[in-house]
């Protein structure tokens, strides 16, 4: 954010409750003085990690400030470059990821970021009004704080639970989502599952997970061909918002080039990635999924039998969809980590705990080395020519033993070419498998 005013010449202050080193060294470089959240300011970008209720945001308000985020700010700086935002509570990323390469196999200068790296103020570096686009993630923190951003197309891939703790409700949570429509006019597009209906100007267009074609039903890839890794909904959701993008810019959607695009797409490396194959056993990275609705998809993705890894810390996903999607695919949980032992016995379905004394103090990289060992031995020594899969999709958050989901997805990795690599698996895994 200070790069970006500086290089735009803007007059600013700045407040952090918890201001680092680098921080302050970066601040002082620009200019920028530390402000006072009692003063009096006509416009506050708020990061998305401020509730959008916290007390210094109120008392700034009062003050008579409008309170914007990141992605309302570039909107502004940038009106007139083509975005598509793509929001929703699971697949977001990856569609995002898929709509850009879509467009660039189409011959835009497509970028993606926002919600992921990079942040969109960087994003606008690289992109003209003419010729780029922009395919913005955009979290229900970050849509709580726009006003007049106004995609041309936007995206939500389905709409759950999620973000209880911070939203306080269902509803506000799925209004904060909304938002990604609020300001789009009659020209827009608004790409929906199917059975999903809302309040918009836009034009509407619903995609299903069975069929990958155009707004107009020309077929354009079966599902069957898609490699492996990208989700069917997140790529007919894809299809539908690079066409819609297409047509807004006055071209035509060539269904050969996106049916070829579709065939080289890469998945987002750590959303249900094959990391790694032992004969016919494979290693599925979802490091990400902590939603429900994203581990039920792995679920029901996944090639059974399954060796389901569960663990981290507790942020309140809903079990029961997940017992009723691993009843008859999953044949054994692994538990690891803070709440992996609480998750195991929740599920209801035979479990192993990774060896006692994998708390807070344990390396993430031993209890994954450990966790992946056990999965091995449980899916047992023939799975290499049966078949199955060492699944990855954790429910908890990262944060009791690793950096982030990205570091827990590569010690993973890790854990599962090694283990990949031997002919049997280690015996110091071992563990009686309970009920």
């Known amino acids: 954010m200070l790069r970006f005013l500086a290089r735009s010449g803007a007059r600013a202050d700045w407040f952090d409750a918890r201001p680092s080193a680098e921080d302050l060294d970066l601040a002082a470089q620009f200019g920028f003085v530390p402000g006072d959240p009692s003063g009096v300011y006509s416009t506050v970008i708020a990061a998305p990690g401020v509730p959008i209720d916290h007390p210094d945001l109120e008392t700034l308000r009062r003050g008579g400030a409008e309170i914007i985020g990141e992605v309302e700010l ?19 990323g990856s569609t995002t990821v898929l709509i850009a390469a879509l467009l660039r196999a189409c011959g835009l200068n497509a970028r993606e970021g926002g919600n992921i790296d990079p942040p969109l103020l960087d994003v606008l570096d690289d992109l003209s009004d003419e010729t780029g686009v922009a395919v913005v993630e955009l979290s229900s923190f970050q849509l709580e704080r726009v006003v007049g951003f106004a995609p041309m197309v936007a995206v939500i891939t389905n709409l759950a639970t999620d973000h209880l703790d911070r939203h306080g409700s269902l509803e506000a949570y799925h209004a904060a989502k909304l938002n990604i429509t609020r300001a789009q006019t009659e020209q827009d597009w608004l790409v929906l599952p199917q059975g999903l209906n ?15 074609g155009l707004s107009d039903g020309t077929p354009v890839l079966d599902v069957a061909d898609l490699p492996d890794g990208i989700h069917p909904a997140n790529a007919a959701a894809a299809l539908l918002a690079a066409e819609g993008l297409l047509r ?46 994203a581990v039920e998809a792995a679920l029901l993705r996944a090639r059974p039998p399954i060796a389901w890894l569960v663990g981290g810390r507790d942020k309140g996903a809903e079990l029961e969809p997940l017992r009723r999607a691993a009843a008859v695919r999953v044949s054994c949980v692994v538990g690891f980590g803070e709440d992996g032992e609480k998750f195991a016995r929740a599920l209801g379905l035979p479990f192993v705990l990774t060896p006692a ?9 031993e209890t994954m080395r450990r966790a992946v060992g056990l999965a ?34 590569e010690l993973f990795r890790a854990a599962a070419l090694e283990m990949a690599g031997m002919d049997a698996a280690v015996p110091e895994h071992t563990a009686q498998v309970r009920a």
């Open 198 to 212: 809302v309040t918009t100007r836009a034009q509407v267009v619903h995609f299903s997970s069975t069929q990958l």
């Open 74 to 92: 570039a909107a502004r700086a940038r009106p007139t470059l083509p975005m598509v935002g793509v929001t929703g509570t699971a697949g977001k």
């Open 357 to 365: 004394g994998d708390g807070p103090e344990a390396s993430g990289e």
């Open 376 to 409: 091995v031995d449980a899916l047992g020594p023939d799975a290499a020519h049966t078949g199955g899969t060492v699944l990855l999709s954790p429910i908890g958050t990262s944060f009791d033993l690793f950096r982030d989901y990205a570091e827990r997805g």
């Open 248 to 293: 807004r810019l006055g071209r035509a959607a060539d269904s050969d080039v996106l049916a070829a695009a579709l065939r080289g797409a890469q998945p987002v490396g750590g959303r249900f990635e094959t990391v790694a194959r032992r004969g016919e056993l494979r290693f599925v990275n979802d490091s990400i999924a902590t939603r429900t609705l």
